[in-house]
Protein backbone atom coordinates (compact mmCIF):
# COMPACT_ATOMS: atom_id res chain seq x y z
CA UNK A 1 0.00 0.00 0.00
CA UNK A 2 1.36 2.94 -0.91
CA UNK A 3 2.41 5.66 1.76
CA UNK A 4 1.14 8.87 2.72
CA UNK A 5 4.00 10.35 1.14
CA UNK A 6 4.06 8.61 -1.98
CA UNK A 7 0.77 9.59 -2.66
CA UNK A 8 1.18 13.76 -2.47
CA UNK A 9 4.03 13.33 -4.87
CA UNK A 10 2.11 11.78 -7.40
CA UNK A 11 -0.81 14.41 -6.80
CA UNK A 12 -0.94 17.01 -9.59
CA UNK A 13 -1.33 20.28 -8.44
CA UNK A 14 -4.80 20.54 -8.74
CA UNK A 15 -5.39 17.65 -6.93
CA UNK A 16 -3.00 19.03 -3.64
CA UNK A 17 -4.62 22.33 -3.22
CA UNK A 18 -8.07 20.81 -3.42
CA UNK A 19 -7.30 18.63 -0.77
CA UNK A 20 -4.90 21.15 0.59
CA UNK A 21 -8.35 23.80 0.78
CA UNK A 22 -10.36 20.59 1.81
CA UNK A 23 -8.70 19.96 4.92
CA UNK A 24 -8.13 24.06 5.75
CA UNK A 25 -11.68 24.05 5.54
CA UNK A 26 -12.86 21.81 8.09
CA UNK A 27 -9.65 22.97 10.58
CA UNK A 28 -11.63 26.30 10.76
CA UNK A 29 -14.91 25.59 10.69
CA UNK A 30 -15.34 21.76 11.51
CA UNK A 31 -17.73 21.62 8.85
CA UNK A 32 -17.81 19.09 5.38
CA UNK A 33 -16.48 21.65 2.64
CA UNK A 34 -18.11 21.23 0.09
CA UNK A 35 -17.34 21.18 -4.40
CA UNK A 36 -19.45 24.67 -4.21
CA UNK A 37 -17.00 26.66 -1.76
CA UNK A 38 -13.73 25.16 -3.51
CA UNK A 39 -14.52 26.30 -6.93
CA UNK A 40 -14.91 29.96 -5.46
CA UNK A 41 -11.62 29.48 -3.95
CA UNK A 42 -8.93 27.63 -5.94
CA UNK A 43 -6.77 29.43 -7.99
CA UNK A 44 -7.18 27.61 -11.21
CA UNK A 45 -10.48 28.09 -12.55
CA UNK A 46 -12.82 24.76 -12.85
CA UNK A 47 -16.10 23.59 -12.42
CA UNK A 48 -18.02 21.89 -9.36
CA UNK A 49 -17.96 19.08 -11.51
CA UNK A 50 -14.49 18.37 -12.09
CA UNK A 51 -13.48 19.61 -8.35
CA UNK A 52 -16.25 16.85 -7.09
CA UNK A 53 -13.76 14.28 -9.08
CA UNK A 54 -10.90 15.24 -7.15
CA UNK A 55 -12.56 14.95 -4.01
CA UNK A 56 -13.95 11.28 -4.77
CA UNK A 57 -10.73 10.23 -5.90
CA UNK A 58 -9.39 11.73 -2.80
CA UNK A 59 -11.58 9.72 -0.63
CA UNK A 60 -10.84 6.57 -3.06
CA UNK A 61 -7.27 7.22 -1.65
CA UNK A 62 -8.60 7.51 2.17
CA UNK A 63 -7.61 10.93 2.76
CA UNK A 64 -11.03 12.51 2.59
CA UNK A 65 -14.51 11.27 3.54
CA UNK A 66 -18.06 12.21 3.10
CA UNK A 67 -19.99 12.19 6.50
CA UNK A 68 -23.78 12.58 4.58
CA UNK A 69 -24.69 11.22 0.84
CA UNK A 70 -25.16 15.01 -0.13
CA UNK A 71 -22.16 16.67 2.20
CA UNK A 72 -19.04 17.47 1.23
CA UNK A 73 -16.02 16.18 2.64
CA UNK A 74 -13.47 16.05 5.81
CA UNK A 75 -10.37 14.84 6.06
CA UNK A 76 -9.80 11.08 7.24
CA UNK A 77 -7.05 10.55 10.19
CA UNK A 78 -4.51 9.51 7.35
CA UNK A 79 -5.29 12.69 5.36
CA UNK A 80 -4.96 14.60 8.37
CA UNK A 81 -1.59 12.90 9.08
CA UNK A 82 -0.51 13.33 5.77
CA UNK A 83 -1.08 17.62 5.82
CA UNK A 84 0.05 18.21 9.12
CA UNK A 85 3.25 16.00 8.12
CA UNK A 86 3.99 17.90 4.55
CA UNK A 87 1.83 20.73 4.12
CA UNK A 88 0.81 22.18 7.45
CA UNK A 89 2.30 25.81 7.00
CA UNK A 90 3.07 26.69 11.07
CA UNK A 91 3.17 30.75 11.82
CA UNK A 92 4.81 32.41 14.61
CA UNK A 93 2.89 32.91 18.27
CA UNK A 94 1.10 36.30 17.78
CA UNK A 95 2.21 38.75 20.06
CA UNK A 96 -0.36 38.76 22.30
CA UNK A 97 -0.54 35.19 23.39
CA UNK A 98 2.91 35.13 24.05
CA UNK A 99 2.50 38.46 26.48
CA UNK A 100 -0.29 36.03 28.16
CA UNK A 101 2.37 32.99 28.47
CA UNK A 102 4.92 35.54 29.27
CA UNK A 103 2.49 37.05 32.38
CA UNK A 104 2.85 33.20 34.15
CA UNK A 105 6.19 34.03 35.14
CA UNK A 106 5.17 35.50 38.54
CA UNK A 107 7.62 36.00 41.17
CA UNK A 108 10.63 34.65 41.52
CA UNK A 109 9.53 33.02 45.49
CA UNK A 110 7.36 30.63 43.06
CA UNK A 111 8.21 26.96 43.72
CA UNK A 112 7.98 24.33 40.27
CA UNK A 113 4.58 23.08 40.78
CA UNK A 114 2.73 26.70 41.40
CA UNK A 115 3.99 28.12 38.24
CA UNK A 116 3.38 24.68 35.85
CA UNK A 117 0.08 25.24 37.41
CA UNK A 118 0.21 28.65 35.77
CA UNK A 119 1.58 27.89 32.76
CA UNK A 120 -1.10 25.09 32.25
CA UNK A 121 -3.93 27.32 33.16
CA UNK A 122 -2.85 29.72 30.51
CA UNK A 123 -1.60 27.58 27.93
CA UNK A 124 -5.66 26.34 28.04
CA UNK A 125 -7.41 29.67 28.22
CA UNK A 126 -5.02 30.54 24.67
CA UNK A 127 -5.76 27.44 22.77
CA UNK A 128 -9.12 27.07 24.28
CA UNK A 129 -8.10 23.63 24.68
CA UNK A 130 -7.06 21.17 27.45
CA UNK A 131 -3.65 21.50 28.79
CA UNK A 132 -1.04 19.24 29.97
CA UNK A 133 2.19 20.02 31.91
CA UNK A 134 4.65 17.11 32.91
CA UNK A 135 6.08 18.32 35.78
CA UNK A 136 9.96 17.86 36.33
CA UNK A 137 11.32 14.61 38.75
CA UNK A 138 12.86 16.25 41.77
CA UNK A 139 16.27 15.34 41.22
CA UNK A 140 18.11 17.51 43.87
CA UNK A 141 20.21 15.73 46.08
CA UNK A 142 18.62 14.37 49.59
CA UNK A 143 20.26 15.78 52.97
CA UNK A 144 17.79 14.24 55.69
CA UNK A 145 15.38 11.17 56.25
CA UNK A 146 13.20 11.05 58.58
CA UNK A 147 10.10 8.55 60.25
CA UNK A 148 7.74 10.33 62.36
CA UNK A 149 5.05 7.86 64.09
CA UNK A 150 2.06 9.04 64.17
CA UNK A 151 0.16 6.80 65.28
CA UNK A 152 -0.44 2.90 65.91
CA UNK A 153 -0.55 2.33 62.22
CA UNK A 154 0.74 5.64 61.05
CA UNK A 155 3.85 7.17 60.43
CA UNK A 156 5.25 9.91 58.48
CA UNK A 157 8.24 10.07 56.52
CA UNK A 158 10.32 13.26 55.42
CA UNK A 159 12.70 13.80 52.98
CA UNK A 160 14.48 17.26 52.99
CA UNK A 161 16.56 18.06 50.01
CA UNK A 162 19.70 20.13 49.47
CA UNK A 163 17.42 22.64 47.46
CA UNK A 164 15.09 23.53 50.68
CA UNK A 165 12.59 21.69 49.74
CA UNK A 166 10.61 18.95 51.45
CA UNK A 167 8.15 16.01 51.01
CA UNK A 168 6.56 14.29 53.25
CA UNK A 169 4.18 11.14 53.00
CA UNK A 170 1.74 9.31 55.65
CA UNK A 171 2.08 5.70 55.68
CA UNK A 172 0.88 2.58 56.56
CA UNK A 173 4.33 0.82 58.75
CA UNK A 174 4.91 -2.45 59.65
CA UNK A 175 3.47 -3.90 62.53
CA UNK A 176 6.13 -3.63 65.95
CA UNK A 177 7.70 -0.43 64.89
CA UNK A 178 9.42 1.25 67.96
CA UNK A 179 11.12 5.20 68.69
CA UNK A 180 14.04 3.04 68.51
CA UNK A 181 13.37 1.43 64.88
CA UNK A 182 12.23 4.29 63.37
CA UNK A 183 15.60 6.17 64.43
CA UNK A 184 18.19 3.33 63.34
CA UNK A 185 15.96 2.77 59.84
CA UNK A 186 16.93 6.83 59.91
CA UNK A 187 20.11 6.76 60.22
CA UNK A 188 20.64 3.69 57.98
CA UNK A 189 19.16 5.67 55.41
CA UNK A 190 20.55 9.08 56.17
CA UNK A 191 24.40 7.27 55.63
CA UNK A 192 22.89 6.14 52.25
CA UNK A 193 21.15 9.21 51.39
CA UNK A 194 23.86 11.79 51.32
CA UNK A 195 24.91 13.92 48.16
CA UNK A 196 22.60 11.15 46.20
CA UNK A 197 19.11 11.91 45.02
CA UNK A 198 16.01 10.03 45.79
CA UNK A 199 15.99 8.04 42.78
CA UNK A 200 19.57 7.21 42.95
CA UNK A 201 19.38 6.19 46.44
CA UNK A 202 16.15 3.98 45.12
CA UNK A 203 18.57 2.67 42.94
CA UNK A 204 21.09 1.56 45.53
CA UNK A 205 18.78 0.37 48.80
CA UNK A 206 18.49 -3.38 47.53
CA UNK A 207 22.12 -4.27 47.04
CA UNK A 208 22.52 -1.84 50.51
CA UNK A 209 20.34 -3.42 52.67
CA UNK A 210 21.56 -7.52 51.27
CA UNK A 211 25.30 -5.93 51.87
CA UNK A 212 24.77 -4.44 55.20
CA UNK A 213 22.40 -7.05 56.69
CA UNK A 214 23.51 -7.49 59.98
CA UNK A 215 24.13 -3.54 60.82
CA UNK A 216 20.10 -3.19 60.65
CA UNK A 217 17.31 -5.26 62.39
CA UNK A 218 14.34 -6.89 60.93
CA UNK A 219 12.05 -3.85 62.30
CA UNK A 220 14.02 -1.12 60.90
CA UNK A 221 14.75 -2.99 57.51
CA UNK A 222 10.86 -3.11 56.80
CA UNK A 223 10.42 0.68 57.69
CA UNK A 224 13.15 1.51 54.73
CA UNK A 225 11.47 -0.47 52.49
CA UNK A 226 8.17 0.67 53.34
CA UNK A 227 9.22 4.16 53.29
CA UNK A 228 11.41 4.44 50.48
CA UNK A 229 8.47 2.36 48.76
CA UNK A 230 6.10 6.08 48.73
CA UNK A 231 8.32 7.35 46.28
CA UNK A 232 8.58 4.48 43.60
CA UNK A 233 4.53 3.76 43.08
CA UNK A 234 2.38 5.75 40.68
CA UNK A 235 1.60 8.34 43.08
CA UNK A 236 4.81 9.83 42.08
CA UNK A 237 4.56 9.99 38.01
CA UNK A 238 0.47 10.87 38.49
CA UNK A 239 1.40 13.91 40.56
CA UNK A 240 3.83 15.23 38.19
CA UNK A 241 0.89 15.24 35.26
CA UNK A 242 -0.78 18.82 35.32
CA UNK A 243 -4.21 18.46 33.27
CA UNK A 244 -5.85 22.23 32.85
CA UNK A 245 -9.41 23.05 30.29
CA UNK A 246 -11.23 19.66 30.78
CA UNK A 247 -14.48 21.68 29.90
CA UNK A 248 -13.12 23.66 26.96
CA UNK A 249 -13.10 19.97 25.38
CA UNK A 250 -16.24 19.02 26.85
CA UNK A 251 -17.81 22.45 25.41
CA UNK A 252 -16.92 22.29 22.07
CA UNK A 253 -19.12 19.48 21.33
CA UNK A 254 -22.91 18.88 21.13
CA UNK A 255 -22.93 15.03 20.37
CA UNK A 256 -23.24 13.30 23.42
CA UNK A 257 -21.05 10.23 22.37
CA UNK A 258 -18.70 12.27 21.72
CA UNK A 259 -18.64 14.12 25.24
CA UNK A 260 -18.75 10.48 26.74
CA UNK A 261 -15.87 9.52 24.87
CA UNK A 262 -14.15 13.16 25.87
CA UNK A 263 -15.14 11.92 29.42
CA UNK A 264 -13.40 8.63 29.19
CA UNK A 265 -10.05 10.95 28.44
CA UNK A 266 -10.61 12.89 31.15
CA UNK A 267 -10.85 9.91 33.73
CA UNK A 268 -7.98 8.11 32.43
CA UNK A 269 -5.85 11.16 32.39
CA UNK A 270 -7.27 11.19 36.43
CA UNK A 271 -6.87 8.04 37.14
CA UNK A 272 -2.98 8.13 35.31
CA UNK A 273 -4.10 5.18 34.03
CA UNK A 274 -1.94 5.44 31.31
CA UNK A 275 0.64 8.17 32.80
CA UNK A 276 3.81 5.74 31.38
CA UNK A 277 2.23 5.84 27.71
CA UNK A 278 2.30 9.70 28.05
CA UNK A 279 6.11 9.96 30.11
CA UNK A 280 7.16 8.14 26.83
CA UNK A 281 6.27 11.41 24.54
CA UNK A 282 9.28 12.80 26.29
CA UNK A 283 11.71 10.65 25.13
CA UNK A 284 11.93 10.97 21.50
CA UNK A 285 13.60 13.73 21.29
CA UNK A 286 13.47 17.76 21.43
CA UNK A 287 10.59 19.03 19.16
CA UNK A 288 6.73 19.29 18.85
CA UNK A 289 4.97 15.61 18.09
CA UNK A 290 1.63 15.82 16.67
CA UNK A 291 -0.88 12.65 17.33
CA UNK A 292 -3.84 12.48 16.02
CA UNK A 293 -7.07 10.26 17.66
CA UNK A 294 -6.16 6.33 17.74
CA UNK A 295 -1.78 7.21 16.87
CA UNK A 296 -1.50 7.21 20.60
CA UNK A 297 -3.03 4.82 22.87
CA UNK A 298 -3.77 7.45 25.46
CA UNK A 299 -6.23 9.46 23.04
CA UNK A 300 -7.93 6.47 20.93
CA UNK A 301 -11.24 6.11 22.78
CA UNK A 302 -11.75 9.97 23.00
CA UNK A 303 -10.34 10.63 19.16
CA UNK A 304 -8.28 14.07 20.29
CA UNK A 305 -5.29 14.84 19.05
CA UNK A 306 -2.23 15.81 21.21
CA UNK A 307 0.10 18.81 20.00
CA UNK A 308 2.94 17.99 22.42
CA UNK A 309 7.06 18.87 22.95
CA UNK A 310 8.91 18.14 25.85
CA UNK A 311 11.54 20.81 27.56
CA UNK A 312 14.93 20.68 28.79
CA UNK A 313 17.59 21.86 31.42
CA UNK A 314 20.59 23.71 31.02
CA UNK A 315 21.99 20.48 30.40
CA UNK A 316 20.29 19.50 27.38
CA UNK A 317 18.37 17.04 29.00
CA UNK A 318 14.61 16.34 28.70
CA UNK A 319 13.18 16.98 32.17
CA UNK A 320 9.37 17.14 31.24
CA UNK A 321 6.93 18.28 28.88
CA UNK A 322 4.06 20.50 27.79
CA UNK A 323 0.81 19.73 25.23
CA UNK A 324 -2.48 20.86 24.36
CA UNK A 325 -5.57 18.03 23.52
CA UNK A 326 -7.69 18.76 21.49
CA UNK A 327 -10.36 17.68 18.77
CA UNK A 328 -8.63 16.13 15.91
CA UNK A 329 -9.83 19.66 13.79
CA UNK A 330 -6.99 21.65 15.91
CA UNK A 331 -5.47 25.06 14.63
CA UNK A 332 -2.27 22.94 14.13
CA UNK A 333 -0.55 26.04 12.69
CA UNK A 334 -1.56 28.33 15.42
CA UNK A 335 -1.03 25.60 18.21
CA UNK A 336 2.32 24.37 17.14
CA UNK A 337 4.58 27.57 17.52
CA UNK A 338 2.98 28.14 20.97
CA UNK A 339 3.47 24.70 22.49
CA UNK A 340 6.74 25.19 21.30
CA UNK A 341 7.04 28.39 23.00
CA UNK A 342 5.64 27.55 26.02
CA UNK A 343 7.76 24.13 25.92
CA UNK A 344 11.46 26.16 26.05
CA UNK A 345 10.21 28.93 28.13
CA UNK A 346 9.40 26.29 31.12
CA UNK A 347 12.66 24.61 30.25
CA UNK A 348 14.34 28.32 31.04
CA UNK A 349 12.10 28.92 34.02
CA UNK A 350 12.70 25.30 35.58
CA UNK A 351 16.67 25.21 34.87
CA UNK A 352 16.89 29.02 36.03
CA UNK A 353 15.44 27.57 39.61
CA UNK A 354 17.52 25.09 39.92
CA UNK A 355 20.45 26.90 39.77
CA UNK A 356 18.37 28.70 43.04
Same mark, same amino acid.
Given at each position: MSTPKAILSDMNDRTREVFRRVVEGYLTSGEPVGSRTLTRSLSEKVSAATVRNVMQDLEYLGLLDSPHVSAGRIPTQMGLRMFVDSLLEVGTVAHEDQERIDATLGTNDQDVAS??? $??????? =????????????? +???????? @?? =???? *?????? =??????????? +??? =? !?? !???????? +? @??????????????? %? @?????????? *???????????? /?????????????????? +??????? %???? /??? %?????? $? #?????????? #????????????EAGEGVRIFIGSENKLFSLSGSSLVVSPYMNADRKIIGAVGVIGPTRLNYGRIVPIVDYTAQLVGRLVSDRGKG
Open positions: LLD $EVGAALS =VITRGASVVLAPK +REAAIRHI @EF =VSLA *ADRALV =VLVFADGQVEN +RVF =V !PP !PGQTPSSM +R @EAANFLNALAEGRTL %S @ELRANMAREI *ARRRQEIDSLAR /DLVESGLALWENAGEASE +RLIVRGR %SNLI /DSV %SDQTEI $E #RIRVLFDDLE #RKRDIAEFLNLT
